[in-house]
Nanobody
Framework: QVQLVESGGGLVQAGGSLSLSCAAS????????MGWFRQAPGKEREFVAA????????DYADFVKGRFTASRDNAGNTVYLQMNDLKPEDTALYYC????????????????????WGLGTQVTVSS
């Protein structure tokens, strides 16, 4: 069983930056495709970013392209989401997700593709 713990959320002004981390334990991190999702109040959970097992391939939702960057440290069992130029509409609870895959370069963009989820970290962007 994989446990995921997000951190790094907080309150930031529009145009600012935050760096989220997701620490994984209880599994083989290098065998996990990782993803970031978010859910704003009254809205459905939505895809933000995904990163392959080897960290080479990434995918992003259109609304974060050029602003957010996903990365991972397989030795440290951690995935990151660097968020720049934050906007009030980025306010949400951000979740880390993981799923085992035998393919080193695959990214997963759908929530149903992930087996393990963290509890989330709140990001609030003020205008």
């Amino acid at each position: 069983q994989v446990q995921l713990v997000e951190s790094g959320g907080g309150l930031v002004q529009a145009g600012g930056s935050l760096s989220l981390s997701c620490a994984a334990s209880g599994g083989t991190f290098s065998s996990l495709a990782m993803g970031w999702f978010r859910q704003a109040p009254g809205k459905e959970r939505e895809f933000v970013a995904a990163i392959s097992r080897n960290g080479v391939n990434t995918d992003y939702a259109d609304f974060v392209k050029g602003r957010f960057t996903a990365s991972r440290d397989n030795a440290g069992n951690t995935v990151y989401l660097q968020m720049n130029d934050l906007k009030p509409e980025d306010t949400a609870l951000y979740y880390c997700a993981a799923d085992y895959t035998t393919r080193t370069t695959v990214t997963k963009l759908q929530s149903y593709q992930y087996s393990f989820w963290g509890l989330g970290t709140q990001v609030t962007v003020s205008s």
